[in-house]
């Protein structure tokens, strides 16, 4: 199964509203990272947290990572029509014979209305 | 900056028929990944190989096997392909500095089989 699962499985908002994704994760991890895709194109890395972060900004996106709930959250704020696509929490292992592995979650398609 | 290079980027196989989707990095990382995408669903990885001469299965390794040719190329292989192998396969690459940094992906190869 899928190490990483998000909610909601899709999210539909105006522009400059703010959109919320959470991911939960199963086991312990070196850090969590969110990715982007646009239409089935590669996907792109947006931002990385490690394990002993709590909170990390970058431009509009702040990510939390709470470890003793193993879970995540993608916030974007004043959220644009160009933010339509699909954003993807992925995990590194800790750890064991699966270090380094990158597992994905199932993905929160976000579209933004003009 | 080439980054990540996959090979073919479309691909159509009748059932029975072999193939190799080739994929190059040229950023010097240890990490390489193969993953495959199906309409609705995250990434499912196929095999990682964390370092070079090193590979591992993933979720869904049924069906495929690895190269690790050298530190820049990891090729994967479908001996003998069938409808379920249909789907948009992706290459990705990362590397180890104080933990796992980010994975960077190729384009991706849409494979058909029919």
């Known amino acids: 199964s899928q190490q990483g699962e998000e909610d909601p499985q899709a999210l539909s908002i105006q522009e400059g509203e703010n959109a919320t994704m959470n991911c939960s994760y199963k086991t312990s991890i070196n850090n969590l990272q969110w990715y982007r895709q646009n239409s089935g194109r590669g996907l792109v890395h947006l931002i990385l947290?490690?394990?002993?972060?709590r909170e990390k900004h970058s431009g509009r996106l702040r990510v939390t990572l709470d470890t003793s709930k193993k879970s995540s959250s993608l916030l974007i704020t004043a959220s644009r029509a160009a933010d339509t696509a699909s954003y993807f929490c992925?995990?590194?292992?800790?750890?064991?014979?699966?270090?380094?592995?990158?597992?994905f979650g199932q993905g929160t398609i976000l579209t933004v209305h003009p | 900056n080439a980054g990540v290079t996959q090979t073919p980027k479309f691909q159509v196989l009748k059932t029975g028929q072999s193939m190799t989707l080739q994929c190059a990095q040229d950023?010097?990382?240890?990490?390489m990944y193969w993953y495959r995408q199906d309409p609705g669903m995250g990434l499912r990885l196929i095999y990682y190989s964390a370092s070079e001469g090193t590979t591992d299965k993933g979720e869904v390794p049924n069906g495929y096997n690895v190269s690790r040719l050298n530190k820049r190329e990891f090729s994967l292989r479908l001996e003998s392909a069938a409808p379920s192998q249909t789907s948009v396969y992706f290459c990705a690459s990362s590397e180890y500095f104080r933990g796992y940094t980010e994975a960077f992906f190729g384009q991706g190869t849409r494979l058909t089989v029919v």
């Open positions: 992925a995990s590194v292992r800790a750890g064991g014979t699966s270090y380094g592995k990158l597992t």
């Open positions: 947290i490690r394990s002993n972060e």
């Open positions: 950023m010097n990382h240890n990490s």
